[in-house]
């Protein structure tokens, strides 16, 4: 409904409008037959060759304003108008102007059925059948056999039966019927290709040439039974017909460029819609005649073996599609996995980006960063109570050693007293190199003689010469101790405190520790 509102309103409105009063016009002075017989065949002749040409003259606009294959194609419905014009010039050239009987078949017979082709190229144009061909095909045997089977129940078969007076006579009469059924297929296929506005533009289209196969199988009917005249009923089809033409070109225009697609879920049923009505067909010639007839029969078999390959198609291709879907959902999961294998490579390479940040790379323990982050944490603990002390260690004579031995040696001796300072920590006590030969312990205790011990504890183990490299290195350690409430530490604070403490023992004569006077602000005389 929305794509018919959109074709009525606005300037495609006003043209709907007028291609409907030229319609109802034509449709009027046909069936009064104003201003005698005569004037009337005029009329209906003149306009029979208007109509055709006016719709050769908007399919040529539209293709000059496309690109592509449809372009190709509108051109293709353009000249089969033409073609029908040019055959009904001549058919009024005699029978107006020479004042003759038309002959049957003539040269005017040429000009109408050449529609045939140029239309079917025209509409063919429109599809790329390089895109599910197999299934285009059936459907358009599908289409064509039931609109043929209905058009032998119908006009085909009587004429057939009737015969003709020669040969060419009953080839050129078969041929409007047998033509119009070509057309029709090829219009019910295209109608299942496009798409929002352009049903709408196409189904105008089909609807055309519908109202000329109307006509072209009532002429065929009337040519042989001998009672065909001019601006007889039958002819307010072609003029309709190109009427309804020319408005699908003219609306073409208005619609933008043609998108053609794979039939949707709707039309998808689209090529049974012909298929259903020939098999009614089928039942009412059976049941007045008693049987269908050999040429019924046949349409029939051939029929049933289309339905029959398309639907095995059709179930060829959902079992491809199923293949596909449970390939593409293993896909699915296989990429799943490695994405979580690549997520958990991914956040274990955070941790340890995370945990590298905070750790000297030489020594293994903690560096500056990693200390003040335990200090925050101890801080921010609810249940932190007692006291909060810092121990600063320098290494005397580590210089001496870095100097002596080399760098290698100085590396292997920072590892070796982070170990065994290590080893001397208890629970609850955090060690870091906080640069150089520069180590500081974090101590959470409620004791204030417990960082003491430590200290002292600390002195004693650094003293012990160390193993490097088959030498004996000996240092000695200046320790700095300051203490703080845990609840209002300050984490530099408690470190500048500590640094001054170790500075004091460091002057006092190295080798022991002093603990910095919180209240005083200065540290005392250094203990051994």
């Not at 609109?147 to 129940?153: G, N, P």
């Not at 196409?202 to 519908?210: D, K, P, Q, V, W």
């Not at 979580?340 to 000297?360: P, V």
Request: proline fraction near 3%.
């Amino acid at each position: 409904m929305r794509e018919l509102r959109y074709v009525v309103r606005g300037a495609s409105g006003a043209l709907v409008v007028t291609h409907g009063v030229a319609a109802l016009i034509a449709a009027a002075w046909l069936f009064t037959t104003a201003g005698g017989s005569a004037a009337t065949a005029l009329f209906a002749n003149i306009a029979e060759a208007v109509a055709p040409l006016y719709a050769a003259i908007a399919c040529a606009r539209t293709a000059r304003r496309t690109q592509g294959l449809p372009r190709r194609a509108w051109a293709m419905l353009g000249l089969g108008a033409l073609s029908w014009s040019a055959g009904q010039v001549i058919w009024t050239w005699y029978e107006h102007v020479q004042s003759v009987e038309v002959p049957f078949p003539s040269i005017a017979d040429a000009g109408f059925l050449a529609l045939v082709p140029l239309t079917v190229a025209g509409a063919g144009a429109f599809v790329d059948l390089r895109r599910g061909t197999v299934r285009m095909l059936l459907d358009a045997l599908l289409i064509t056999g039931s609109l043929f089977y209905l058009s032998w129940a119908t006009i085909l078969g009587p004429l057939y039966d009737a015969g003709a007076a020669n040969t060419l006579e009953w080839l050129v009469t078969m041929a409007y019927p047998a033509g119009d059924v070509v057309v029709g297929s090829m219009m019910f296929l295209l109608l299942g290709h496009v798409r929002g506005g352009q049903r709408v533009v196409f189904g105008i289209l089909g609807a055309g040439y519908l109202a000329l196969a109307v006509s072209d199988s009532g002429f065929a009917y009337l040519m042989q039974s001998g009672t065909y005249t001019s601006a007889s009923a039958a002819d307010i089809g072609w003029i309709w017909g190109f009427l309804l033409i020319g408005l699908a070109a003219a609306l073409q225009r208005r619609c933008g460029p043609v998108q053609i697609v794979g039939t949707g879920r709707t039309w998808v049923a689209l090529p049974y819609l012909p298929l259903a009505v020939a098999i009614g067909a089928s039942v009412v010639v059976t049941v007045q005649r008693g049987s269908v007839g050999p040429m019924l029969y046949t349409l029939s078999t051939v029929l049933v073996v289309v339905v029959v390959i398309r639907q095995l198609l059709g179930m060829r291709d959902n079992h491809r599609l199923t293949m596909e879907l449970r390939a593409t959902v293993g896909n699915l999961r296989l990429r799943e996995v490695e994405l979580r294998a690549s997520q958990q490579k991914l956040m274990s390479r955070q941790e340890e980006l995370r945990r590298l940040a905070f750790t000297d790379m030489l020594t293994g323990v903690a560096n500056r960063s990693g200390l003040f982050r335990h200090l925050d944490a101890l801080a921010d603990r609810p249940d932190c109570a007692g006291f909060l002390s810092m121990l600063y260690v320098d290494l005397d004579g580590f210089k001496d050693v870095n100097d002596t031995h080399g760098h290698a040696t100085g590396d292997a001796l920072l590892t070796a007293a982070a170990n065994r300072m290590g080893a001397a920590l208890g629970n609850g006590e955090f060690l870091a190199r906080i640069g150089g030969d520069e180590f500081a312990i974090l101590v959470a205790h409620r004791d204030l003689g417990e960082a003491k011990n430590l200290a002292g504890r600390l002195v004693t183990a650094l003293t012990c010469p160390f193993e490097i490299d088959a030498r004996t290195v000996t240092v000695a350690a200046s320790i700095g101790v300051a203490t703080q409430p845990a609840a209002a530490a300050d984490p530099h604070e408690l470190l500048r405190d500590a640094d001054t403490a170790m500075y004091t023992a460091k002057v006092a004569g190295k080798g022991q520790y002093c603990v910095f006077d919180i209240e005083s602000g200065m540290p005392p005389l250094p203990l051994r």
